[in-house]
């Protein structure tokens, strides 16, 4: 079993719509939750983290941690064709926030 | 520097050479993270520097990888005798602390080595 699991996608979502992303855990002392974005051939860029069981908002992303089901999500509301990327969930297992584990991506292709 | 910043952007390399790949992380950023990247697949951890030393060196592969970060700004990752599998983007991040606040990692833009 992987650590960190996304499905690979291509998530398809025409714009306007909510792009809804998820990815599972499998080390329940996992501390510190992380979504990246991608843009094919560029470095992962840092768009949200969460720390605490429950929502956190910033513009049109909302990041959704539940520790019980070891579930992330991540909400992009009004998507947009420039959000057309890879996303990354990344976890953080030992404290040291930067000694990340990343699931594999989920494609998002955002339409016209 | 604003952003975290990689040498070479692009390394060819035959196969059993020395390849070195430079970082320059964000200024007055005290940790540093190297991480590789293959096709399809998340970054994967190499090593952690705090300062000077190496944190944490679990996720280097074998004994031909190596790293630096003498001044504790600068790191340089070394690779002897590559071979073909070492080929991938090679990515360096940069926080300001290791843990707790402000210690999310920015990536630079990352080497990508191709090794023939």
């Known amino acids: 079993q992987k650590e960190v699991e996304q499905n690979s996608g291509p998530l398809s979502v025409p714009e306007g719509a909510i792009a809804s992303l998820n990815c599972t855990y499998s080390?329940?002392?996992?501390?510190?939750f992380f979504w990246y974005r991608q843009y094919s051939g560029k470095s992962p860029e840092l768009i949200m983290f969460i720390y605490s069981n429950g929502d956190k908002e910033d513009g049109r992303f909302t990041a959704q941690l539940n520790k019980a089901s070891q579930y992330v999500s991540l909400l992009i509301r009004d998507s947009q064709p420039s959000d057309s990327a890879t996303y990354l969930c990344?976890?953080?297992?030992?404290?040291?926030?930067?000694?990340?584990?990343f699931g594999t991506g989920t494609r998002l292709q955002v339409t016209l | 520097g604003a952003g975290v910043s990689q040498t070479p952007s692009n390394k060819v390399t035959e196969k059993g050479k020395y390849v070195e790949l430079r970082c320059d992380p964000i200024?007055?950023?005290?940790?540093l993270y190297w991480y590789r990247q293959s096709l399809g697949q998340g970054p994967e951890f190499l090593i952690y520097?705090?300062?000077?030393?190496?944190?944490?060196d679990s996720g280097l592969p074998n004994d031909r990888f190596f790293a630096v970060r003498p001044e504790g700004s600068v790191s340089t990752l070394k690779i002897q005798r590559t071979e073909r599998g070492d080929s991938a983007v090679y990515l360096c991040?940069?926080?300001?602390?290791?843990?707790?606040?402000?210690?999310?990692?920015?990536f630079g833009q990352g080497t990508r080595l191709t090794v023939v």
């Open positions: 990344a976890v953080n297992q030992d404290g040291t926030a930067s000694k990340l584990t």
């Open positions: 080390d329940r002392g996992s501390q510190s």
């Open positions: 200024s007055g950023h005290t940790a």
């Open positions: 991040a940069s926080s300001l602390r290791p843990r707790g606040t402000r210690a999310e990692a920015f």
């Open positions: 520097f705090q300062g000077t030393g190496a944190a944490d």
